[in-house]
């Protein structure tokens, strides 16, 4: 850091990179690549018809101690206020230990669908379960990396209007270790396809993972001072917003997108399946058949607020984007995590911090004077503004509440003429 002991949102761009070479062990040639597109290609391996590629904004959050180590956590993503967000979350939780997080095992599901069996399913499902062993051996020939631990199989009935019947699913239980697993499981459940087909003669239709990782779930608490959130009153309102996510289903949506803006920046920038994590976690808010908060919020001793989330994690350090985009490659030095519950573990608290500076905005100023703070920097240059210009004329509408590009011409226009 620089000899004024700037904090890490004061620095420029040299002095953030200069920070990382060393906090985080980045090389000067890994530091000077940031900012570089992907190659083409690079793209065209990865995509189909591709033309290009687009940039997303790339940033650090701070502050946050997780299980008593300090983390530099990288958040892609193009919303204002998330990452500033989520490190003055993180500084809250900070003074009270930080965040205490947990995860699970890498168990992943990969399904079979059965369906028009001509004899009992009940039969079938029994015949299944006694070829066990033979079935994980299969399974097992085709991975050297990962395993089939568990199988099991489960009697489904058609719910739609399609009236499809019932339909065994057989279901093989795989320990994906330090990789998210989703071609590894998917190569799996098409292996011994053929012979669940032969052993309950029926005709195998679907032969893929579930994105609803149960079995990989992790957790993060953390508990924040009600002074520095802004007092006892603060903590009420807080707790108020927190009771409207958990019982009605428009706000929970929306309080669940907030959680999300910290879960999957955190997903994109270390090379993660984040639609994956996304459907996971919203099937998980409904677990009860209600939508609701992925968090949990409470008051804690002396008045200060607790808060926990759990959900459905299913990442990974090796395989897919994490080791093939360079950008993900540096994000997970970066962060320094050394496998993938450690990942989760992470996601989890980006998750939790940034649903608390949401509710906290919301329960006091409101969620659009810091927005709209930063929004008005975009609106500025929308307006032409360049260089200096841009936080003068941004600083100027927003001072004004009138954040728009006419006004920030205006703004512009009276700025240039001195």
């Not at 700037?6 to 420029?12: G, L, P, Q, V």
């Not at 200060?304 to 299913?314: C, K, N, S, V």
């Not at 996601?347 to 930063?374: D, P, T, V, W, Y």
Request: charged share 25%; net charge positive.
């Amino acid at each position: 850091m620089s000899k004024e002991k700037k904090k890490f949102y004061e620095m420029d761009r040299e002095e953030r990179l200069a920070f990382l070479i060393e906090s985080a062990g980045l090389t000067g040639e890994e530091a000077a690549s940031f900012g570089q597109p992907l190659a083409f290609e690079s793209a065209n391996r990865m995509v189909e018809n591709a033309v290009g590629t687009m940039s997303i904004p790339l940033g650090i959050a701070t502050n946050f101690v997780i299980n008593g180590i300090e983390r530099l956590v990288p958040m892609a993503i193009e919303e204002p206020s998330v990452i500033a967000a989520a490190s003055k979350a993180a500084k809250i939780a900070k003074a009270k230990g930080g965040f205490a997080a947990e995860a699970d095992g890498s168990l992943m599901i990969g399904q079979v669908q059965v369906v028009s069996l001509r004899s009992n399913i009940g039969a079938a499902k029994r015949k299944v379960l006694a070829r066990k062993k033979e079935l994980l051996a299969i399974a097992n020939a085709k991975s050297r990396s990962v395993s089939a631990v568990g199988l099991q199989a489960r009697v489904v009935r058609d719910s739609s209007k399609n009236r499809m019947g019932r339909m065994l699913v057989v279901e093989l239980i795989i320990d994906t270790k330090d990789a998210m697993g989703a071609n590894a499981v998917n190569t799996m459940c098409e292996a011994i396809a053929p012979r669940v087909a032969e052993i309950t003669g029926g005709d195998v239709v679907l032969k893929i993972l579930s994105n609803y990782a149960t079995k990989r779930m992790a957790r993060c608490r953390a508990v924040f001072d009600k002074e520095e959130l802004g007092g006892k009153e603060t903590v009420e309102r807080i707790l108020y917003a927190y009771a409207l996510a958990h019982s009605d289903v428009y706000r929970a949506v929306t309080h669940n997108k907030g959680v999300m803006n910290g879960v999957d920046a955190v997903a994109l920038a270390t090379g993660q399946d984040f639609r994956a994590i996304e459907a996971g976690a919203h099937a998980w808010a409904a677990r009860d058949g209600t939508y609701r908060s992925l968090t949990r919020w409470w008051r804690a001793k002396g008045g200060d607020l607790a808060g926990e989330i759990e959900l459905p994690l299913a990442v990974g350090v090796v395989g897919g984007v994490a080791n093939v985009h360079p950008t993900a490659k540096l994000a997970l030095k970066i962060l320094g995590v050394n496998n993938a519950k450690e990942l989760a573990m992470a996601i989890a608290a980006a998750g939790l911090a940034q649903n608390l500076a949401a509710m906290r905005a919301l329960a006091s100023e409101g969620i659009q004077k810091g927005h709209m703070r930063l929004h008005a920097r975009n609106i500025a240059v929308m307006a032409g503004a360049k260089g200096a210009e841009v936080d003068a004329v941004a600083r100027k509408i927003a001072e004004e509440g009138q954040v728009n590009v006419e006004k920030a011409r205006e703004a512009l226009a009276s700025l240039r003429k001195g």
